[in-house]
């Protein structure tokens, strides 16, 4: 087990973010770190030449107040699954974890955790958008986990069971909070309720190893995805990205009968699928860092500025995952990202 706390020798704090309630609350968890006082977040987060993987081995925590946007239109690389309401946020920038096929690492200049600590202003912005939705018939959907994983970090920062709450306070809002967590305890005193999706995802073993540094383990995943299910929460499940090593018809294969074998998958809300793809702006910028992961190597083309599989390989790469999995799941509950 890592400890996240040493990570955070020290701490930036934006002056107009340390009397907000949720910068009192780390700052005192973190008595023995170093705090510093900043004019902005991007004093720090934003500079120039500053080396990603390095910062990521000795992440500094920077807590600051986010003045805007505050909600994002889902993009072309969030599943919006065909509703027109969907939308993400960032309550956090930058997560513990350090997946090599992360798109962070080329969309952020600094590998440090920034944490936006004036939620209300977060909660504002999607009460006003819920007032002028696009389609009032359908819920609004907001993935909050877009550029983290925030219940990896839960039992150090409670923030998603302040959006919980929130959520649950609303008619006509879900939000998402996607994970690759086993810290599903962090939630435990909490009650499930039909607002809130929780979305694991899960990769066959071999490549948590390799490409998902500092994750947990398949198995620790599932006992949290499980346990999620046995409490009545609303779970998908991502298998995304899917990633094409040698055999990686039988090792997805395996993995998808080792999955469904250890949950109820009846009680599954849905399971989505993606193929690796990224900004080639990001992905460039990564290759050129020197990170030494065979994941920039492999053959890739260019599909109107998304470096990802060629269109071919894709297809049959969805179509072995989804005949595979439709095996346990009614097809209606998969989705695909295209
Ligand atoms: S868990 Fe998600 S946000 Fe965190 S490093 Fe991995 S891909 Fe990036």
Not at 73 to 86: C, E, G, I, L, W
Not at 176 to 187: D, G, H, M, P, W
Not at 250 to 261: A, G, P, S, T
Request: proline content about 4%.
């Amino acid at each position: 087990m890592i400890n996240y706390q040493s990570k955070f020798s020290h701490i930036y704090v934006e002056d107009q973010a340390r009397d907000l309630a949720l910068s009192k609350l780390v700052l005192k968890k973190f008595k023995n770190s170093e705090i510093i006082q900043i004019r902005h977040y991007k004093d720090i987060f934003n500079r120039t030449n500053q080396d990603f993987q390095l910062q990521k081995r000795a992440m500094k925590l920077i807590l600051a107040k986010k003045t805007g946007p505050l909600l994002y239109p889902a993009t072309d690389m969030v599943q919006d699954y065909k509703n027109k309401n969907s939308f993400y946020n960032t309550p956090a920038l930058n997560c513990l974890y350090n997946c090599e096929y992360c798109f962070l690492q080329g969309m952020y200049p600094s590998g440090h955790l920034v944490l936006f600590v004036n939620e209300n202003d977060f909660f504002i912005a999607i009460n006003k958008q819920l007032l002028k939705l696009e389609d009032p018939t359908k819920p609004m959907i907001v993935s909050i986990s877009y550029n983290s994983d925030l219940m990896a970090m839960e039992n150090l920062f409670p923030i998603i069971s302040r959006w919980i709450e929130f959520a649950k306070s609303k008619d006509n809002l879900i939000i998402e909070i996607r994970t690759k967590s086993a810290l599903f305890n962090s939630l435990k005193n909490i009650s499930p309720h039909k607002n809130i999706i929780l979305s694991w995802t899960l990769s066959p073993e071999v490549i948590c190893k390799e490409f998902e540094k500092f994750t947990p383990s398949l198995d620790m995943r599932l006992k949290a995805v499980k346990s999620a299910l046995d409490a009545g929460w609303d779970v998908r499940l991502c298998f995304d990205p899917i990633l094409i090593l040698d055999d990686w018809e039988k090792i997805y294969c395996l993995f998808i009968d080792q999955v469904m074998n250890k949950i109820n998958y009846n009680k599954l809300r849905d399971l989505t699928l993606g193929v690796f793809r990224m900004n080639k702006d990001y992905f460039n910028r990564i290759k050129k860092s020197g990170l030494k992961s065979r994941l920039y190597y492999e053959h890739y083309v260019n599909n109107s500025g998304t470096i990802t599989l060629e269109e071919d390989l894709k297809k049959a790469v969805i179509k072995t995952m989804k005949n595979k999995i439709i095996e346990y799941l009614p097809a209606e509950k998969v989705m695909i990202w295209d």
